[in-house]
């Protein structure tokens, strides 16, 4: 990727972080944490690399994007906003009463493909997604977020064997790996080092990466393009919270939401991003 095009996905992803942090201090709810963990992620898919715009969501061809970890919907919603799937001025009413823009995505919403947020279900979904594009000989691809908490679900294993079985490699896997889940650590409520190890032993072709660094992300979904026979999943080694520094990597913020003084300080923080790029 050049230089010019990073610059470009990554004052995106600050716009999309301020998003964020204004709709939950706005709504004064939100997943806070595995939004801006998630937010690199969804920016190199979303404005580089998959197939998907709001003049294409009807197309067999495009891309396909599910948010397993659906809790993480706000950095979803202004994704899809800021592509011009919605109204940006949607975004005012999320988690208002009535708003069809609830805590966690609904396929009611352009742009949205799976209703998600009960968590191990994304993968499978992806599965028989990616299984479709197989039989009916369409190029699309599929992409899945999960969280690294979530995959102490079972049904993600059973998916992830499933994806091997049928050598699915137009579906690629993200594992959100920040380390952190609801109550503290993943290694505390269900310990799961080696990420890496487990993937590849279901036969998987596994990345590691920096999970918040654009171009690693960027060259991680190229090579999963290339890969043949197998799905892939790219562990993304991320910060939760990143991008503000008293949200980032703290169990607290998983789904906290920020006081007055803490929103101007985000907001802050946000801005002095943006003026070095
Ligand atoms: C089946 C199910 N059980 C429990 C929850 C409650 N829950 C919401 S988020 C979360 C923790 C998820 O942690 P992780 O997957 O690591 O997400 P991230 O750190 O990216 O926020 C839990 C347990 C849920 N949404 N679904
Ligand atoms: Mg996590």
Avoid at 92 to 112: A, M
Avoid at 241 to 252: D, L, P, Q
Wanted: glycine share 10%; with cysteine; proline share 3%.
């Amino acid at each position: 990727m050049e230089a010019q095009e990073w610059t470009r996905l990554a004052k995106k992803a600050v716009d999309i972080r301020e998003e964020v942090v204004k709709m939950i201090y706005r709504a004064k709810t939100g997943h806070i944490g595995g939004d801006l963990s998630e937010t690199d992620i969804l920016v190199d898919l979303y404005y580089r690399q998959m197939n998907v715009s709001p003049e294409n969501q009807k197309d067999e061809n495009r891309d396909r994007f599910v948010l397993s970890k659906g809790h993480s919907v706000e950095a979803l919603y202004a994704v899809l906003a800021d592509k011009g799937y919605f109204p940006k001025k949607d975004l005012e009413t999320y988690s208002q009463y009535g708003s069809k823009f609830i805590g966690h995505p609904n396929n009611k919403i352009p742009g949205i493909e799976m209703n998600s947020g009960s968590l191990g279900h994304g993968l499978s979904v992806g599965v028989g997604m990616a299984l479709a594009g197989k039989m009916d000989k369409r190029p699309y691809r599929v992409y899945v977020v999960l969280g690294d908490g979530e995959c102490g679900e079972g049904s993600v294993w059973e998916a992830a064997m499933a994806g091997s079985q049928y050598g699915l490699d137009n579906l690629t896997a993200f594992v959100d790996r920040n380390r952190l889940q609801i109550s503290g650590t993943t290694e505390q409520v269900m310990h799961q080092d080696s990420a890496e190890e487990r993937w590849a032993s279901y036969g998987w072709n596994v990345l590691s990466i920096p999970g918040n660094d654009l171009y690693s992300i960027d060259d991680a979904v190229d090579l999963a393009k290339h890969t043949k026979g197998k799905p892939t999943v790219i562990v993304a080694n991320t910060t939760k919270g990143c991008g503000i520094s008293f949200i980032e990597n703290k169990a607290a913020w998983h789904h906290k939401v920020p006081s007055e003084a803490e929103y101007q300080e985000a907001l802050k923080e946000l801005a002095e991003r943006r003026a070095t790029l």
